[in-house]
């Protein structure tokens, strides 16, 4: 009783936990609708940020104009960069120009202002140039907090770019500027540093829960925000967590479309992982919004990147088509399967009826044949008997003839009488005509049939309508089934030889000398 009591507990925890289970993933697919929800809000309010942006940017541009100094006009130029710098390369590097123009020899001013071009180097893809250009700038120990932002800023986008290429050295380079970064009161970027080192060094999961325990909520800045999130994001996706990625993706890309970015990575990121789910529309949606924030911030490294994304959003056009023209063949062969098989069972059941009604006029047809050979039977037999009946009495009557000579004239009358011509050879003539009347009477298209088995130029030509040459009375003979030359010869009085000779020389001219004589039987 107590083993049956503890199976049924243990069967109860089991389904306890699969409805649990359940919950958490419909939970974590509202709470994934309700990200995708808010980004598709921030989205729609494209208008309304830009315009936003738009004000505080004339601001800063009337200020600027304004401005009677050098140093005002610096200031304004850098609020003007600042704010430029994630929305149009060709703006940034004017305000940097003029950043430069008017630092007046300042060494802070004139750092932020280096610091500011290595940055539009990285955005312009002139990688080596810009840290060349890093490399020559020399952050002073006690450099304001300002300052060390400005080159700690410039040191992550300029790394950032190297990482296109693949450098070998920039897990050693991230780990020294972090480093650098231990007397600067800019947390934010020894850690965001410290991340990028591990993950180029492949040791993502490390990088991972490092990430993860920084306090994000105490991060201000939303660009550096939106790092965070990215960096998460990655690093979650190339450990093959996609969902979490997604998750960090919304994230970071919300915040990127909020403050009104043109330079994120964000959510051509997010499209692609949805692209590599299935979920092309939201993808191609996404995609497209990136590729057109792209082209208007006029970043290299962003064109390129959106041609990629023309790539794939074709890819996923064309995936979607030809999924959709695989269903609609499909549907139509179906269609046309079923359409072909009733034609096909209609044409078999009107063929069937054709075929029925055929051999009805078919049975007709022999029900008349056979009445017809039935009067030709009767017909051949009145004539056989007619014909022996006169050949008896003639017989007889030759008979009574030869007895009175013989007995009148005596015996050398008679022998005078036996050297007339044959009676055979007077009779013979008659008898074939006898056979040709009753054997076309029979076969009327006989010599027709005959014609079209011979090769051209071999036809037969009969004396008359209702007579037959030799060669005819021969096959007619075969048709009769009479096969063998030394009945045929005794038949038609002629020699053996003969027969054989004509029956050669009739196969060689035929059409088919190998069956001709079959063909013959089949007339």
């Given at each position: 009783y107590e083993k049956n009591i503890n199976l049924q507990f243990n069967s109860y925890l089991s389904a306890m936990k699969r409805v649990l289970l359940f919950i958490l993933v419909l939970c974590a697919a509202a709470c994934t609708n309700r990200r995708f929800a808010e980004l598709d809000s921030i989205m729609d309010r494209h208008e309304e940020i830009d315009l936003r942006v738009k004000r505080k940017t004339d601001s800063l541009r009337a200020r600027f104009e304004s401005a009677t100094t050098d140093s005002l006009r610096y200031e304004c130029a850098e609020d003007l960069y600042n704010e430029w710098k994630h929305l149009n390369l060709?703006?940034?590097i004017n305000y940097t120009t003029l950043m430069m123009r008017y630092s007046e020899n300042d060494p802070s001013r004139i750092l932020r202002s280096?610091?500011?071009?290595?940055?539009?180097?990285?955005?312009?893809?002139?990688?080596?140039?810009?840290?060349?250009?890093?490399?020559?700038?020399?952050?002073?120990?006690?450099?304001s907090d300002e300052d060390s932002y400005s080159y700690f800023y410039s040191a992550d986008r300029l790394y950032n770019g190297l990482n296109m290429d693949k450098d070998p050295r920039l897990p050693v380079i991230l780990n020294s500027l972090a480093e650098k970064l231990k007397r600067d009161s800019t947390a934010f970027r020894t850690h965001l540093f410290k991340i990028k080192a591990w993950r180029f060094e492949g040791k993502r999961d490390t990088a991972l829960a490092y990430a993860l325990a920084y306090p994000i909520d105490k991060i201000k800045d939303p660009y550096e925000l939106s790092s965070i999130y990215n960096?998460?994001?990655?690093?979650y996706y190339e450990t093959h967590q996609l969902d979490k990625a997604i998750d960090y993706c919304i994230k970071g890309a919300c915040i990127d479309l909020e403050t009104g970015m043109n330079d994120y990575f964000t959510l051509y990121f997010l499209a692609r992982i949805l692209f590599q789910k299935g979920d092309k529309d939201r993808a191609a949606r996404y995609m497209n919004r990136a590729v057109q924030d792209a082209l208007d911030y006029n970043y290299p490294a962003g064109i390129r990147r959106s041609a990629k994304a023309s790539a794939i959003m074709n890819s996923a056009i064309h995936e979607i088509s030809r999924n959709r023209r695989i269903i609609l063949v499909t549907g139509i062969s179906l269609v046309s399967i079923l359409l072909a098989i009733s034609l096909l069972l209609l044409f078999i059941s009107r063929k069937n009826l054709g075929r029925v009604r055929s051999m009805n006029?078919?049975?007709?047809?022999?029900?008349?044949?056979?009445?017809?050979?039935?009067?030709?039977?009767?017909?051949m037999l009145g004539e056989y008997m007619e014909l022996s009946s006169n050949y008896i009495y003639k017989v007889d009557e030759s008979k009574s003839r030869y007895r009175k000579i013989l007995k009148e004239n005596g015996s050398d009358s008679l022998m005078a009488v036996f050297r007339e011509p044959n009676f055979a050879d007077t009779e013979y003539p008659n008898y074939w005509n006898n056979f040709d009347k009753?054997?076309?009477?029979?076969?009327?298209?006989?010599?027709?049939?005959?014609?079209?088995?011979?090769?051209?130029?071999?036809?037969?030509?009969?004396?008359g309508p209702q007579s037959l040459n030799t060669e005819l009375r021969i096959l007619a003979l075969i048709r009769l089934g009479i096969s063998e030359s030394k009945r045929i010869s005794n038949i038609l009085h002629i020699s053996k030889g003969t027969v054989y000779?004509?029956?050669?020389?009739?196969?060689?001219?035929?059409?088919?000398?190998?069956d001709f004589e079959e063909k013959i039987k089949e007339v």
């Open positions: 060709d703006s940034c280096q610091t500011a071009k290595v940055r539009n180097l990285v955005r312009q893809e002139h990688t080596h140039e810009a840290e060349s250009l890093f490399l020559s700038i020399v952050l002073p120990p006690d450099a960096g998460i994001a990655s690093l006029r078919k049975y007709a047809q022999s029900q008349s044949a056979l009445y017809n050979v039935s009067l030709i039977k009767d017909r009753i054997f076309l009477s029979i076969f009327p298209d006989f010599v027709g049939n005959v014609n079209s088995l011979m090769a051209p130029g071999h036809e037969f030509i009969p004396e000779t004509y029956r050669s020389i009739m196969r060689q001219n035929s059409a088919s000398p190998e």
